[in-house]
C-alpha cells in the first residue's frame, strides 16, 4: 500500500478514533458565560459543564452565585450579574466544583468588565422628594428596612422559566444607568428602565414568580416586587393600582396592575428594575438573555 493511500486511509477514520477518544475521557469542566463580553450592568448566563458535580459555589464581587443542575444533567446553570455600579476592572469570578469522588476542583477565572457609556442627565420633581421632612425621613427609613427584609430572603429554585419579556406596550426609553441630579443637588444612577406608559396601562409580569412585596412606598410609590429564585428580582414602580398581594404566585405575562405616578416622578410612566444579590442589572440586557424554559 502506498504512503498516500495509508494516509488517506487513516484522515477516514481520524472522526472515529477522535470521538473513542472523547468518550473514554471524562468531558472536560469548564465554564462558559452569555454574553460573553461582560459590561458594568451586564446579566450574565452561567454554564457550567461539570456532569459529574454533586454541587458548585460561586461568588463574584463579593456577591455569591447560586448554580443549579440543567435538565440534562450535563451542565450546571445560574444567573448572574455586574452591578451598574461597578468599575471597569478586571474581576474574579470564583468557581468551586464539588465532584462525586469528594475531589474540589478550582475553575476560579479572571472576567475583565468593560466600562458601559451610560448618559447623564438633570430632573425636577418636587421639593418633598429631595428635602423630605422627619416625618418623610421616618417613612423612608421603614421602607429600607422592608426592603432589606424583602430582598434576603429569595426561593431556593428558579421560579423563572424562559426568557424575561417586557412588562408593558409602550415605549422603552434608554435610560438606565443615567447619571442623574434631582432639582440641581441630589445626585443619583438610574436603576431601571422606564417606559413612558400612560397611566392605567396593564402591568404584567414579565417572567413566573412570587409577589415579594405590594404596597405603596415613598420613593417608589405603589410598587411590586417578584422573586425569581436564587436571588434574582424584577422591581415595578409607580402604579396606580396595585391587583396582586404579596406571597401571590404569578405566571409570565399575568397582570400586576395599572402603571401611574406616584412617588418620585416627573410624570406616568412605568419604572422596571432588575436586581440580582444587591446588584442592579440593565433590564434591556435580560431582556436579551436566552434562558431556557422550566429549569
Ligand atoms: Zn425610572
Redesign the pocket.
Given at each position: 500500500m502506498s504512503d498516500a493511500r495509508i494516509m488517506r486511509l487513516a484522515l477516514c477514520f481520524l472522526p472515529l478514533i477522535c470521538a473513542l477518544a472523547q468518550a473514554q475521557s471524562p468531558a472536560p469542566l469548564r465554564a462558559d458565560l452569555t454574553p460573553s463580553l461582560v459590561v458594568a450592568g451586564s446579566p450574565e448566563l452561567l454554564r457550567i459543564t461539570a456532569p459529574n458535580a454533586v454541587s458548585i459555589d460561586g461568588d463574584w464581587l463579593g456577591r455569591k452565585i447560586q448554580f443549579f443542575p440543567a435538565r440534562d444533567h450535563r451542565a450546571w446553570l445560574a444567573v448572574a450579574g455586574v452591578d451598574v455600579e461597578a468599575p471597569a476592572a478586571t474581576s474574579t469570578l470564583q468557581i468551586h466544583i464539588h465532584l462525586a469522588n469528594g475531589a474540589v476542583h478550582d475553575l476560579t477565572q479572571s472576567i475583565a468588565i468593560h466600562a458601559a457609556h451610560y448618559r447623564t442627565g438633570t430632573l425636577t420633581v418636587p421639593p418633598k422628594f429631595v428635602s423630605p421632612n422627619p416625618d418623610e425621613l421616618k417613612q423612608i427609613d421603614a421602607d429600607r428596612t422592608l426592603k432589606d427584609k424583602i430582598f434576603a430572603v429569595s426561593a431556593n429554585r428558579p421560579l423563572w422559566s424562559g426568557s424575561f419579556r417586557v412588562p408593558v406596550v409602550a415605549p422603552p426609553t434608554d435610560?438606565f444607568g443615567t447619571r442623574r441630579t434631582f432639582n440641581g443637588k441630589l445626585a443619583s444612577i438610574?436603576k431601571?428602565?422606564?417606559f413612558r406608559a400612560p397611566s392605567g396601562t396593564v402591568v404584567r409580569a414579565s417572567n413566573s414568580g412570587t409577589v415579594a412585596l405590594a404596597r405603596p412606598l415613598y420613593y417608589e410609590g405603589n410598587c411590586v416586587v417578584l422573586d425569581h429564585g436564587l436571588g434574582l428580582y424584577t422591581v415595578y414602580?409607580h402604579f396606580s393600582r396595585i391587583d396582586v398581594h404579596e406571597g401571590q404566585q404569578v405566571a409570565a405575562g399575568s397582570p400586576l396592575g395599572l402603571s401611574g405616578a406616584t412617588g418620585r416622578v416627573t410624570g406616568p410612566?412605568l419604572?422596571w428594575?432588575v436586581r440580582w444579590q444587591g446588584a442592579y442589572l440593565d433590564p434591556a440586557k435580560l431582556l436579551r438573555l436566552p434562558l431556557p424554559a422550566n429549569p
Open positions: 435610560s438610574h431601571g428602565m422606564d414602580l410612566h419604572h428594575a
